[in-house]
């Protein structure tokens, strides 16, 4: 058994924004960069593998059949938005789309199938924005929510765990799973009011559901200690508690303070020690069951780098990572503390989370 599938291929470049859009071939690009650099490649602990193009029958397990074929419609005319807002598509849009929930499902393969103890997907177009019906924040499938449905479907599991990571609320994602306890959704992200109007901490699921969506909101310009704060005190237990049988994580890269698009104030350091949590966390609770999927992460000169912390955290392998760690405000500290809190005091009205 290998230790890390790092699941890549050149196709996802071909997925084209436009001129300076944020969500661009250029992030990905870094991230595989700085992969390739001798201070982490050659170690054989990690590799690249290549995804599969996954059927729209997969796409199914969480889109609806006409959103899909407005997608290749909109696609196959040359492109253009799928939103009101930023999810800009080329001609080769709808395709490498499939390819990249493709690469998701091809890391959930190759872990449960055992010939790899984990995995992590570098893809785009990113998915947790994606609802079942629309577009949303550059997000056209929700990569991450169909692998989940396909561990319940194909390998007929029943309790998953998605963390969501990235600096935005993955509003797409609790949209799928908000009414089922087959999957306990957990978002650390930033003040949610101005994108994407959901993630707040009364969010908690409905019916099947109740109890197993959990949102952390943080205030903007939030550091590593509170972060980190919110994952010790309640991710961990949450995820404890519910004892998943595989682990998700929707691997947002863009809460660090050079990114663009992000309101964070956090740390590659803060990265590395949350990715490293996370792999204790999936060795105690599923057998180290674990695959992350590439989500926003903008700041070109760091996100190739917190990618590479990330992987070498879960592979294994050795990465020399230097940054800065800001100090927040009082009163950013005091409001994320206050946050954590009333999170907390909500989660205690569930047996499974308390």
């Known amino acids: 058994m290998g230790k890390t599938a790092v699941i890549f291929s050149p196709l996802y470049y071909r997925h084209r924004t436009g001129r300076n859009h944020p969500e661009s071939a250029r992030r990905l690009r870094a991230i595989v960069e700085e992969l390739k650099k001798d201070k982490i490649s050659g170690n054989g602990k990690w590799q690249f593998i290549h995804p599969n193009k996954a059927p729209a029958t997969y796409v199914q397990l969480v889109h609806g059949l006409e959103y899909i074929k407005l997608v290749e419609a909109v696609c196959k005319s040359g492109g253009g938005l799928l939103d ?37 997907a570098v893809v785009r177009p990113p998915g947790h924005h994606a609802g079942r019906f629309r577009a949303c924040g550059f997000c056209i499938f929700n990569n991450v929510a169909i692998a989940a449905e396909y561990l319940i479907r194909k390998f007929k599991l029943g309790k998953i765990a998605i963390l969501d990571i990235d600096a935005h609320h993955g509003n797409g994602t609790q949209e799928v799973f908000y009414k089922t306890n087959k999957v306990l959704y957990v978002s650390i992200h930033e003040d949610p009011r101005s994108f994407p109007g959901t993630g707040f901490i009364d969010e908690i699921g409905e019916g099947e559901g109740l109890g197993y969506n959990i949102n952390v909101p943080l205030p903007f310009g939030t550091t590593d200690q509170i972060f ?26 863009d809460g660090h303070y050079t990114d663009p698009v992000g309101n964070l104030s956090l740390s590659a350091l803060c990265y590395e020690k949350a990715f490293e949590t996370i792999m ?18 903008y700041s070109l000169n760091f996100v190739g780098k917190i990618a590479t912390a990330a992987i070498a955290e879960i592979s294994g392998a050795n990465y020399a990572l230097n940054d800065k760690v800001l100090t927040a405000s009082k009163g950013v500290r005091l409001q994320g503390e206050k946050a954590i809190e009333k999170v907390k005091k909500v989660l205690r009205s569930f047996e499974h989370t308390a």
């Open 84 to 120: 009101l807002g930023d999810t800009m598509t080329s001609r080769e849009s709808f395709e490498v789309a499939l390819y990249a929930v493709g690469g998701a499902l091809k890391a959930v393969d190759l872990v449960m199938e055992k010939k790899f103890e984990n995995a992590f």
């Open 228 to 253: 980190l704060r919110a994952l010790d005190e309640i991710v961990l237990p949450a995820v404890r508690e519910y004892e998943p049988q595989f682990v998700l994580v929707s691997a947002g890269l």
């Open 280 to 297: 204790k966390l999936t060795s105690d609770t599923c057998e180290g069951k674990l695959v992350a999927v590439l989500e926003g992460g």
